[in-house]
């Protein structure tokens, strides 16, 4: 089964500024439960670029690690940027982000497809796994809002 995952929200900041802070790999972990025991690992580059190869460690569940090792596939300059999951938790990741100027700031728009690894028992965990995904995008809004002040 395909799922999916939406999510909107305001940036009170110009478009520009919340492009430049979410369009650099190590800025994820400050929007990043601390649960999550979320590494960069190595030093991506500072600004994405299609093709670029960004790894992470991150412990989602009991703390056991796991490595993530995602694709930036598409960029868009203060548009649109895609990352796909090479390496990680799940059988399909596929993750879009949209800026676009709105009244306020910034409206960010967040696209999540995927696909649970393990069949019948991935199924089984997906309340757990909305429950977590929805968990990390709340943690988000609130960090964004405390980043940009407002």
Request: charged content about 25%; some cysteine; overall charge positive.
């Amino acid at each position: 089964m395909i799922y999916k995952l939406e999510d909107t929200q305001i940036v009170p900041a110009s478009l520009e500024k919340t492009w430049d802070f979410f369009s650099e790999p190590l800025n994820l972990k400050e929007i990043t439960p601390p649960g999550f025991g979320f590494e960069v690992q190595g030093t991506p580059d500072k600004k994405i670029y299609a093709g670029q190869l960004i790894e992470y460690r991150v412990r989602p569940l009991l703390g056991i690690p796991l490595r993530w090792l995602t694709e930036i596939t598409q960029v868009r300059e203060l548009e649109y940027f895609c990352d796909e999951q090479r390496i990680g938790p799940y059988k399909i990741w596929h993750h879009e982000h949209f800026f676009e100027k709105a009244m306020a700031g910034t409206r960010m728009r967040d696209l999540v497809t995927y696909v649970l690894p393990l069949g019948l028992p991935g199924r089984i965990a997906l309340p757990l796994v909305r429950a977590k995904l929805r968990a990390v995008f709340d943690y988000r809004r609130q960090a964004v809002l405390r980043i940009f002040g407002s």
